[in-house]
């Protein structure tokens, strides 16, 4: 099959899956232009049209299959990621110049190779010339000026300051200890019948994600209440080899971050810090040669020798609940996220998976 063809066929599924249908229009008209005007924009740049043209048809692809636009340039290149290797009709090289063009594409105020700015171009003419917005915000005005520049389009564009996000809309570990407690209290079952599973699993696009995340949804858990209470992160964030679907992700992903503490080294454990425990998980319920940390949950309360936590997929039972554990051996360690924290994952060199060297 035409590769460009194999890859608006895999698009066109999920944007005919929109229900609403003018956000489906929507999604076809923005899709399609800014292919257009990345490949307009790569034969005036002596770059590859094809390879500008599928990365502009990928490009939003995660906000059209969750409605979500809460870091979608990252999440999109994760979906694509396994959905473009599994055409088989890209190389390893093709494939990393799409993926980190659809990965930047959002981050419009900086500056990155040629096939991340070809698309981040594409991006913001479409949007500017299909709304015709007398105003952009200012992060992205110098880059409008640019390209006007070098179409020699003559026109005049102001910029704007966006509204602050609401305080009440970030991040905030009591609001993030709530929901846990709100959701896990429910008793969720994994099943398919559940719409609150269904709910907690909705980040993964792969058809196969009940399988892989039945009796295995912990950290999926803790990552969907992590998102209901403001936290911006991607399904999947370099260099981290594995989705927030798994605890030694968030391990890693915390650890990195100076956020994670051991137990009973002078910071006192809280309400809203997330338990990653030791070897909890009783045989037979684990997989073979499973790490150290086999288990993830929400704290909602430290009462003398006990720990009061949320959990999804208790002991590996594929049942959510409200568990008092041992305050032992078997909390590895504490991870605090700090209330307001704000993203800074595109802080990376997507292509090489690591984090740029300040």
Known sequence: MDRIAAVKEYVDGIINRIENPEDRKYAMLHTYGVAWCCSLLAQKRGLKEEIG???????????YFSGSVMCHGQSSAEMARP????????????????????????????????????LKDADILQTYYSTRKPKIPKAALPRLKRLLKELNIATEVTGYEPEAVEESLLFNRFKFAALAEALAGQ??????????????????????????????????????????AGLELPIKQPPYKYRFAGVGTWYSWGADKGFVFKDREGIIPERGDIVIYNNIIPEGR???????????????????????????????????????????????????????????????DYKAS?????
């Open 53 to 63: 043209y599928i990365s502009g048809l990928l490009h939003d692809i995660y906000t």
């Open 83 to 118: 959905a473009i290797k599994n055409m088989k009709l890209f190389s390893e090289e093709e494939k990393k110049l799409i993926l980190s063009a659809v990965f930047y594409h959002s981050s419009k105020d900086r500056i990155h190779e040629e096939y991340d700015e070809l």
């Open 187 to 228: 008793n969720i079952k994994g099943e398919r019948e559940s719409k609150e599973f269904l709910a907690i699993i909705k980040y993964y696009p792969e058809s196969n994600a009940y399988e892989e995340l039945k009796n295995s949804w912990c950290a999926a858990f803790v990552y969907h209440c992590a998102l209901k």
């Open 286 to 348: 684990k997989q073979e040669n499973s790490p150290w940390h086999d288990h993830i949950g929400i704290l909602l309360a430290v009462e003398e020798d006990y720990l009061l936590v949320a959990e999804g997929n208790v002991d590996n039972g594929n049942v959510s609940g409200i568990v008092k554990r041992k305050h032992d051996n078997t909390i590895g360690c504490f991870l605090r996220i700090p209330d307001g924290i704000e993203y800074d994952g595109f802080l990376c």
């Open 354 to 358: 690591e984090i740029y060297k300040q």
